[in-house]
C-alpha cells in the first residue's frame, strides 16, 4: 500500500490532469463511444434555449402543449414521453443498476436527429461540476451546507444508449456556458432521425451511485432518498410556447439553486430493493410486491406526470396511512413513511397533508392523481427534506412538535408547501430553471392563503421558558414574507432565472417577495376576484407549462385591471423596483391674526402685537367660555396643517389620511411619479396623526414604520422593532427548510 505522501502525490497529478484535459476538451464523448470530432448530424440543428433565458414576456398560444385539457380527453396531459424502467438497489454500497426505455414524440414540424438529456446526478460527482462551481463562486452551501467528504461523491454513468438497436453517440454540452467538466447535459446523435410527429424508443442502460445525502438526494446510513436519479429528456418547446419562436430544445446545466423542468408523460417503474426493506414512491403500487430470494420488486406506475423519485430503508416503521375523500367521491390514498425518532412528527404532517388536498382542491381544482406519499426524514438526513416530486415529497422532522410550539409551525409549513408545490411545479409544470418563482413564489403565497384560512393568523417564535418571562413576540404570515423579502434591496427581479442572481440570498427572496407581490395585488383586487383569476389560471394551464406572460393575462383579463396587473409585473417580476414611500413631517399649528397693514373703511390700518395679542386673548376667553366641553385641540382658531410626503423607487398610488383632535379625518390622493408632496389642510382642529397606506394594501413598501406620524410620542414603533427582529430570523429559517 502506498504511503500517504505518495497517494497525496498521486491525487495531486491527477488534479492537474484532470483540470488540464478539461481546458483542451470542452465537449468530451461520452464513455465507450466512437464520437468524432464532428457531431454526426445532416439536418439544421435545433437550437437550445439561451444560457441568461428567464421570465417570459409574451404571451403563448390559444394552442400551446396541445391546447386546454378540458377533462375530455382520454389523458389529463398531452403526453410526450414515455419511461419503462428497471432499478435495483444495492443499500449497502448506494448504488443502482437501471435499464430503461424512453419513448419520445416529436411534436415539431420538422426531423430531430439530435436529443439532449438532463444527468442531474453528476452535479455530484466531483468539483468541476457547475452546481459546485457556483456554491464556490457564491460562497453558499446548499441548504445546511453539508460538505462533501472522501466517498461521498455521486454521479450517474450511461453505460449503453441505442435507436432500434443501433448505438447512440453522445456528447457532453454546456448549454449555460458553464464549466467544460460539468457533465449535467448530453446530446445524444441519433442514427435514426425522427419525423414530425413520429416517436423513438431508445434503450438506455445506467448506473448510479448515490452521494451522502445533499441538495434533496442521497443516502444516509439505511436510508435513500433516490432523486434525479435517471437519464431525462430536456423539452423540445414549439413556437407560441413560453416566448419560442421556433423550436428550441429547454436544456439547463443543473445549477446551484435551480431546480427542474420536464415532459409530462407515463413512468413505468420497477424497483428492486432487499426483503425487509419499505419502499414510497411517485404513483401508485401496481399489485403486490414480488419476491425473488432476497430481493422485493415493486412496480409503480403514473400517468400526466413529469418526474420520478422514490426512497427506500429498512428502517423505516409501519407507514401512517389516512384518506381523503374529493367532492366528486373520488378517494386519495395518504401515506405518510417516518422512523422511530420521528414518530410524533407523523400524525402532523398526514393532518397536513389532509387539510392541504382540501385547501388546494377548493381554491385552485381538484387533486387529479390517486395518491401522495410525505416522509419524514430520519436523523441527520436534513438536506433530503422540503423537496417536491409528482405524488410523493418530504417533509421536515423535528424533536419537539406540540402544538403552539415553533418547531411544530415549521412542521406544518413545510408540509403544506411541499404539497402546494404538487400544483404549482407538478400539475401546472412550471419552469422552475427559468421561471423559479412561478413554483416557489406563487406556491408560498397559497400557503400563506391556506394558513391564514385556518386561522393560524401568528407564530410565536419563543420558547416556551421564555414565554414564562414574559417575552412574546406575535408574527402574521404577512409580516414573516414581508419582513424575509429583501424590500429594501431589491437586486433581481422576481422573474429572473435560477442561476443568474446577485447572490443566494437574493435568490431566497424568490419565495418571500413573490407572496408579498401577490399579497399587494389581493389588497388592491379584494381575495374573492384574485382566487378567481388563480382558479383561472389553473384550469386554463394545468398540465401545459405556463410562462410568466400567461399568468399575466389571466390576471388582467379576470381583474379588469391589465394596468394594474402590467404595471406590477413590470416593476417586480421584470425588473426589481424598490417600493419606499414615507411621512416626512407633519405639522399643525393654530392660525393667528397677524401684525401689519390691513385695509379698514377704505383707510391703510397698522394692526400692533400688543393689539392682537388683546384681541385674541378676548376671543379665547370668549370662545370658552361658550364651548366649556371642547376636547385638547380643538380651539378659537383654525389649524394649518401640513403634510410631506417622499418617495424614493417606483410610483404607487397612495391616499394620505390626516386624523384631527375632533375625530374628524381627511384624505388626499398622492397621484403620479413626483418624488415629493405636500399637503395642506385648514381645519377647526389641530391634526392628530398623518399616515399613508392606510388600508395597508402597499405590502411592497419597504418600511411600514415611516407610513405615519403623530404629534406626540407614539412608542408603538419600538415595540415593533423587537417584532421586526424576531421575525426576520423566523423568516430566514421558514426560508431554509422550505427551498
Known sequence: MPSTSIRWGLAALLAIASFHASAQQAQPPGPGTAATDTPATTLEPIALAAPDAAAVTVPSAPDAWGGPRTGQEAT??????????????????????????LTWRNRSDRPVDAVYLHLYLNAFSGPGSTFFTEMRKLRSGFRSGVDMDEGDWGYIELKTVEQAGAPVEWTFVQPDNGPATDRTVVRLDLPQPVAPGASTTLDIDFFDQLPRVTARTGYYGSFHLVAQWFPKIAVLELPGERGATAPRWNAHEFHLHSEFYADFGLYDVTLTVPKGYTVGATGKLQGAPVANGDMVS?????????????????????????????????????????????????????????????YFGETLGPYPYDTVTAVVPPYNAAEAGGMEYPTFFTASSYDEVRPGTLQRYLLDFVTIHEFGHGYFYGILGSNEFEEPWLDEGLNEFWNQRMLVAAGDQAINPIPPWLRRLGVNVSISPVEQHRLGAGLDEPFDGLGQNAWNRYSSGSYGTVYSRTAVLMTDLESRLGSELLERAFRTYYQRWKFRHPGSADLREVLAEVSGQRELVEGLFARHVYDASLVSDRVVSLHSQEVLPQPGLVQFKGRRVELTAADLDKAVADHRTAWKKAHPDAKDGVGAFPYRTQVVLRREGAAVPQTVRVDFADGSHQLRRWQGDDDWARFEFITPARAVSARIDGANAIHLDADKLDDSRTLEPDGRASRRWSADFAALLQSFYVLLVAL
Open 76 to 101: 389529463l396531459s398531452d403526453r410526450v414521453v414515455e419511461y419503462r424502467i428497471q432499478a435495483t438497489l444495492d443499500p449497502v454500497k448506494h448504488t443502482i443498476d437501471g435499464r430503461q426505455q
Open 298 to 358: 415493486h412496480r409503480y406506475v403514473q400517468g400526466d406526470v413529469h418526474d420520478f423519485a422514490w426512497t427506500a430503508d429498512d428502517r423505516y416503521a409501519k407507514p401512517l396511512t389516512g384518506t381523503f375523500r374529493r367532492a366528486d367521491g373520488r378517494e386519495v390514498d395518504v401515506r405518510v413513511l417516518f422512523h422511530p425518532e420521528y414518530a410524533s412528527n407523523a400524525q402532523p404532517v398526514l393532518q397536513a397533508t389532509l387539510d392541504s388536498l382540501k
